[in-house]
């Protein structure tokens, strides 16, 4: 760790930040509680119909979905800790102190939905690997990046996906909370990068562009993964899939554009 000031407080071009603390303090505005959930008053997934084998298959196919969203929001929780201590300026902890407090709370909340559909189930390799690539890059401009500009948008329009399959369920009303809570998360990375790239230097780009070359075929593994649970829904589904995240990697490198970075190098590879 580096020894000096715990926070810098340079006086000089903090109307750079007006972006960043205005994330915080709608972050503030919108906080909410795992307690303000329907608990008990709707089902916590979709219950399923036909014979008991097919109900039993549905169940284990939305307990494997409530593993990977689980899963995803602890590793979160250490990549925004990550980023609250390693990030130097005070807006960006400010704002990063809410963050870690988002995905706590949405792991609690899976943690409490899991229990009611019945338990956990396997473990997605990918995702993990999606974690330490951002937990073990180099500078605080490549996790921003990977973290916030890339996944957390990116995973939006999967939360919306899961809610349209689960209507009148608690899956569907936390999945529209994560939704608005992870569109927060985008927005704030993508204020704070603008500052950390004010100045982007040739180097710094090709490290990005090194970066997203890493993460997008691992976010297209993870998109495509498909458990025991779920490999008979999967076949059905491949090339709907494909189209879909081909959109969602297209809509990365637009994103990586719109911040100033030269994207002639991404390579989009799609399985
Ligand atoms: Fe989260
Ligand atoms: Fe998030």
Same mark, same amino acid.
């Given at each position: 760790m580096a020894t000096g000031q715990l926070i810098e407080m340079k #006086? &000089? $071009? +903090? &109307?750079?930040f007006a972006e960043v603390l205005r994330f915080y303090e709608l972050a503030k505005r919108r906080e909410w509680q795992v +307690? #303000? *959930?329907p608990w008990g008053e709707v089902p916590p997934i979709p219950e399923g119909k036909g014979s008991p084998q097919s109900k039993a298959r549905r169940r284990d196919m939305w307990r494997s979905v409530l593993t990977q969203q689980l899963q995803a929001d602890m590793l979160a929780c250490d990549m925004a800790s990550q980023l609250l201590n390693i990030a130097p300026d005070v807006e960006a902890k400010l704002y990063y102190s809410t963050m870690v407090q988002d995905e706590s709370r949405h792991t609690e909340a899976w943690l409490k939905l899991v229990t009611e559909a019945g338990g956990t189930a396997e473990r997605d390799p990918h995702l993990d690997k999606l974690a330490h690539t951002t937990l073990e890059a180099d500078t605080l401009e490549e996790k921003v990046f990977l973290m916030q500009v890339f996944y957390e948008r990116l995973i939006i329009s999967r939360f919306r996906l899961i809610a349209r399959s689960a209507r009148g369920t608690l899956l569907e009303e936390l999945c529209g909370r994560l939704a608005t809570d992870d569109g927060i998360h985008h927005g704030a990375g993508m204020a704070y990068e603008r500052v950390l790239l004010q100045n982007l230097s040739k180097k710094m780009n090709q490290k990005l562009v090194d970066a997203a070359n890493r993460l997008l075929p691992e976010f297209a593994a993870h998109a495509l993964w498909r458990p025991r649970e779920r490999a008979w829904i999967g076949r059905a589904m491949e090339s709907r899939d494909v189209e879909r995240l081909r959109e969602d990697l297209e809509l990365g490198v637009r994103l990586a554009e719109s *911040? $100033? *970075? #030269?994207?002639? $190098?991404v390579q989009l590879t799609i399985p």
């Open positions: #006086d &000089e $071009g +903090r &109307e750079a +307690r #303000d *959930l *911040l $100033g *970075l #030269d994207v002639s $190098g």
